[in-house]
């Protein structure tokens, strides 16, 4: 597996950063899509939310009162994903994706929902962003190769991303 770009970004979020990474694995891997909340007061009152942009419907993982969550997870992830350290320390809160395959080439974000108690709001960060690119093929095929994203693209990829979150909770 190779990373191939990190880039933090502070433009648009001010209080934290966003992490952009880059992965290249071969199909079969176990691969760790990385992701760290800059805060995290008290993980059991966390929700953990990763998605898949180009996947409309449904979650690859949710994790929340200590327990994964299957309602709205995309059929393709069952059974496939696992947090790094369920018991989020460090802040840690990455995901393991087992036996990858061509079709998990995609662009993955990390969300952090630090839900609120009676004196204090809920709170929803984006965390991280990762581009995986799965290469080779497990049954002896070549297989397309996808080229990587520039900085331009996976800075466009965040902004848009943020502007339509933004106006979807707007509607």
Known sequence: MKTW???????????????FTGLT????QNVTLPCRTPHLSVPI???????RLDLQEGHVLMYRDEQFISMNQLPSFVNRVDLQDRQMKDRDVSLILKDVTSD????????????GTNDRKSTVDHISTVYLRVVGSSDGHPAMKC?????????????????????????
Do not use: H, M
Request: glycine share 6%; hydrophobic share 50%; aromatic share 20%.
């Open 5 to 19: 770009v990190t880039w933090g970004w502070r433009e648009f979020w001010p209080s934290f950063g966003i992490a």
């Open 25 to 28: 694995s071969e199909p079969g």
């Open 45 to 51: 009152r966390a929700v953990v939310e990763w998605f």
């Open 104 to 115: 998990d080439t995609g662009t993955f974000q990390c969300y952090v929902v630090q839900r």
């Open 147 to 171: 080229r990587r994203l520039t900085q331009i693209q996976l800075n466009f990829l965040a902004f848009f991303s943020f502007l339509l979150k933004s106006i979807v909770k707007d509607i």
